[in-house]
Structure formats: structure tokens, C-alpha cells
């Protein structure tokens, strides 16, 4: 069975400053999506940024991209610029592409923003 | 930018009273789940739906739960005699896209349904 991993229960960083928020997961599969979702505090779960296994360039978002280490069933999240706003949870998300609706999510990262 | 709407925000009930968890998805999302989040803990499926019928479900998905589109724009989530450990955070999320290649779209969730049983 597929499990992800988000070993930082909370971060914080001074805005304008950069963070990186850390992912594993384990699988067997090869074919297979990576997500990131903020929880801000209204609650919504909102899409982030994502990455197909079997592309190898890693996905940028603005200010948000993903470090995609395959082999190392490694995913981490760098936000750029830091802004009061990103203030939320974020949870890290697998999802196979065997023709499976479901999401396995991680426990989620708290994110702080220091003024 | 189309948002899927849950209400309500906030429901307590008694254990063992009925439960009706209300959803409207996008509105050209053909594809409907559930998941839910006990406090503290990971975010978790419970079911997805699709033509009217449910394609796919978890083990917490048990006799107590069903799943309804009773209408062209609702999709409800019944639970029919809540415990205790049922108290979490229901989200309801739509997708226009199923599995396979269209899996990388990801899905838009709702802003949940904090359930308390009491």
C-alpha cells in the first residue's frame, strides 16, 4: 500500500524569505501523480501545484515549485518570497494512475509567516 | 472561479441521529468524492461517484454511510446513526476527469463540514 510522509508538523519563515516543506512517500508503482494542497484557515483545500511521475522537469507554480526526486520517492514544496498570505496547512498528496479516484494524503506541515 | 459549496459549515448532532451532509459540485464536474479528516489527523477517502452510482470506496466506507445525487446539482452524504468517532471534518470535492491520464488534474474541494457528535 501506498503511505506519504510529512515528517515537519510545523514551519515557519519570515516573509520574503524562502521555505522548503519536505515529502515521502513509498509506492511500487511507476505511474503516478504528486500533489500539493494549501488549507488556508477557511478551511478549502486548494490545489498548489502537481507533477506526473514520468516527467523528470520539475513543476513551477509562480512562486511555488517542487523538488521531484523519482528515486528517492522525494517530493518537497519551495515557496519563494514568503508572504503573510501563504499562512496555511499544507498537505502533500499521492495519487496512482491505475485507475484509482483516490488520494492518499500526508498528516500535513503548518506553515507560519513572520511578519 | 467555480467553487464546490458544502453546507453546513458546522453540524452537532446527537449519536445515533441521522446525518445528512449537503454538497454542490461544480457545476460541469462529472465526478464526486468525499473524504474526511478527524482532528489531527491525515485527510482520508471515504467514496467516490460517478453516473450515478458509487465507482470506488474505502474500508470506512461501511453500511452506515451512503451517497446521493438526489438532484442535478446536489451530492449528499448520509450518515444513519453517527457515533462518536465519526466527529470530523467532511470535504466534498468534483473533478471533471476520472482516472487514468486525466489523474493529474486534481481535484477542487469544498470548504468542509466540521460534524460533532455528541
Known amino acids: 500500500a501506498q503511505t506519504v510522509t510529512q515528517s515537519q508538523p510545523e514551519m515557519s519563515v519570515q516573509e520574503a524569505e524562502t521555505v522548503t516543506l519536505s515529502c515521502t512517500y513509498d509506492?511500487?508503482?511507476?505511474?503516478?501523480?504528486l500533489f500539493w494542497y494549501k488549507q488556508p484557515p477557511s478551511r478549502q483545500m486548494i490545489l498548489v501545484i502537481r507533477q506526473e511521475a514520468y516527467k523528470q522537469q520539475n513543476a513551477t507554480e509562480n512562486r511555488f515549485s517542487v523538488n521531484f526526486q523519482k528515486a528517492a520517492k522525494s517530493f518537497s514544496l519551495k515557496i519563494s518570497d514568503s508572504q503573510l498570505g501563504d499562512a496555511a496547512m499544507y498537505f502533500c498528496?499521492?495519487?496512482?494512475?491505475?485507475?484509482?479516484?483516490?488520494?492518499?494524503f500526508g498528516t500535513g506541515t503548518r506553515l507560519k509567516v513572520l511578519a | 472561479e467555480p467553487e464546490v459549496t458544502q453546507t453546513p459549515s458546522h453540524q452537532v448532532t446527537q449519536m445515533g441521529q441521522e446525518v445528512i451532509l449537503r454538497c454542490v459540485p461544480i457545476s460541469n464536474h462529472l465526478y464526486f468524492y468525499w473524504y474526511r479528516q478527524i482532528l489531527g489527523q491525515k485527510v482520508e477517502f471515504l467514496v467516490s461517484?460517478?453516473?450515478?452510482?458509487?465507482?470506488?470506496k474505502s474500508e470506512i466506507f461501511d453500511d452506515q454511510f451512503s451517497v446521493e445525487r438526489p438532484d442535478g446539482s446536489n451530492f449528499t452524504l448520509k450518515i444513519r446513526s453517527t457515533k462518536l468517532e465519526d466527529s470530523a471534518m467532511y470535504f466534498c470535492?468534483?473533478?471533471?476527469?476520472?482516472?487514468?491520464?486525466?489523474?493529474?488534474?486534481?481535484?477542487?474541494f469544498g470548504s468542509g463540514t466540521r460534524l460533532t457528535v455528541v
Open positions: 470535492a468534483s473533478s471533471e476527469y476520472g482516472t487514468g491520464g486525466a489523474s493529474g488534474y486534481g481535484y477542487t
Open positions: 498528496a499521492y495519487r496512482s494512475g491505475a485507475g484509482t479516484y483516490k488520494y492518499i
Open positions: 509506492t511500487s508503482e511507476s505511474d503516478y501523480y
Open positions: 461517484f460517478y453516473n450515478n452510482e458509487i465507482s470506488e
